[in-house]
């Protein structure tokens, strides 16, 4: 048995006899050119016009509206009264040094005010998460009565501004007994209505089969929620105890309201102490100091959990 080998279909050009036409070569100086009008082609002045407005624009813009005050205060917060208040001001000290922050400690009890920061914010945003998560999941997945009705009336609380329920969550937690205490400060904020609307909306999203499947196998709400919707929801989850811890380190308003004593306040509340003591322009490098005291947690945290963030505002936009 001969084999044969196959040959390659002729085109059309090949059939006809007439030989393919060769390309013509460029010579060292054209590809040069080509290569230049290309670059140049890229940098030309609507793509670099496009470039500025699109990409660079928006980043100088934030870096002068965000990075640069808080540089201003890291700066200030090591600069002596007569570096801040001149008429010719700049960014990096001159004659640094770090009394401002050892004035900061020797004026408020700042170790108490910092543990009752943490105190509040670790017990209070994991009581708000943890609400948050069975709240979202009783709406989604256990058919209550008139649950559409109370998901309208969280929709509403998100859109009352906070300050309408201070007078009577004041009177409520002064007649508990709770003037002045850490959980005073706790209790009026443990509901969360925007952390229930989120992960309300990302439980929704979640496929049905696996709750089904996991149905048949026998499993109850309990196992449903912590065995399955939260092991895959922990970007939303992250997302939404990020934004409460944020908001309970920064909570100013209420805790100045319901503490009355220093070794109950919190480290915002401690800032406004401060300012309180100082009045003159000398105060300005301990204000400095106090302030990047209280943001320094929240941009370690941020730092530990931006994967998270960026996974849980995008998750669901991508099939």
Do not use: C
């Amino acid at each position: 048995m001969s084999l044969t080998r196959s040959r390659p279909p002729k085109d059309d050009a090949q059939r006809r006899g007439i030989a393919p036409e060769k390309k013509p070569k460029l010579t060292k100086a054209e590809r040069k050119q080509m290569r230049r009008g290309g670059w140049l082609d890229a940098f030309s002045r609507q793509n670099l016009a496009d470039t500025l407005l699109t990409g660079y624009l928006p980043i100088i813009v934030a870096l002068i509206v965000i990075v640069l005050p808080l540089a201003w205060m890291v700066s200030s917060s090591f600069k002596p009264p007569s570096e801040i208040v001149t008429l010719n001001p700049t960014l990096l000290p001159q004659d640094p040094t770090a009394g401002n922050y050892s004035s900061v400690v020797d004026r408020v009890p700042l170790l108490t005010m910092f543990g009752n920061s943490i105190y509040v914010t670790v017990v209070g945003s994991s009581i708000k998460v943890l609400l948050a998560v069975t709240t979202a999941y009783a709406l989604v997945f256990i058919k209550v009565p008139g649950r559409n009705f109370i998901f309208l009336g969280i929709l509403v609380a998100l859109m009352v501004p906070p300050e309408v329920s201070m007078l009577p969550n004041y009177l409520t937690i002064t007649g508990l007994g709770g003037r002045d205490t850490l959980w005073g400060i706790i209790l009026p904020g443990l509901g969360t209505a925007f952390g229930t609307f989120l992960l309300r909306q990302h439980f929704m999203a979640l496929p049905k089969e696996m709750f089904e499947a996991a149905e048949l196998d026998g499993a109850g709400h309990f196992r449903k929620l912590f065995q399955i919707a939260a092991p895959v929801s922990i970007p939303a989850i992250a997302t939404v105890g990020l934004v409460t811890v944020v908001n309970e380190w920064n909570s100013f308003l209420w805790p100045l309201v319901i503490t009355g004593s220093a070794e109950k306040m919190t480290l915002p509340v401690g800032l406004n102490l401060l300012q309180s003591v100082e009045t003159q322009a000398g105060s300005y490098g301990i204000l400095m100091a106090g302030a990047v005291i209280v943001i320094a947690p929240m941009l370690v945290i941020f730092a530990a959990l931006q994967k998270y963030i960026v996974a849980g505002l995008t998750q669901g936009s991508v099939k």
